[in-house]
């Protein structure tokens, strides 16, 4: 594609309706007063492997006990 994604977003404006120019405006806008929230992974690397094996295993065999089966009288 030689388009650029700027082009791109601006030709599919062009064909829609006022109303959803203004929400497409608004979300953008939201974006750009977004805040960046969280830790970069590179920092979260120093703890890459610190929890032992058998730790591991428990909360594996947890998740697929408990959070693979579906309570339909939950709701």
Same mark, same amino acid.
């Given at each position: 594609m030689n388009t650029s994604i700027?082009?791109? =977003?601006?030709?599919?404006?062009?064909?829609?309706p006022q109303h959803l120019q203004w929400q497409v405006l608004e979300f953008v806008q939201?974006? =750009?007063?977004?805040e960046v929230r969280g830790t970069p992974g590179q920092q979260l690397l120093r703890f890459a492997g610190s929890i032992p094996s058998d730790d591991l295993q428990l909360m594996r065999e947890a998740i697929e006990q408990d959070c693979e089966r579906?309570?339909?009288d939950e709701w």
């Amino acid at each position: 594609m030689n388009t650029s994604i700027i082009e791109e =977003v601006v030709e599919q404006l062009k064909v829609m309706p006022q109303h959803l120019q203004w929400q497409v405006l608004e979300f953008v806008q939201s974006l =750009v007063k977004a805040e960046v929230r969280g830790t970069p992974g590179q920092q979260l690397l120093r703890f890459a492997g610190s929890i032992p094996s058998d730790d591991l295993q428990l909360m594996r065999e947890a998740i697929e006990q408990d959070c693979e089966r579906v309570d339909v009288d939950e709701w």
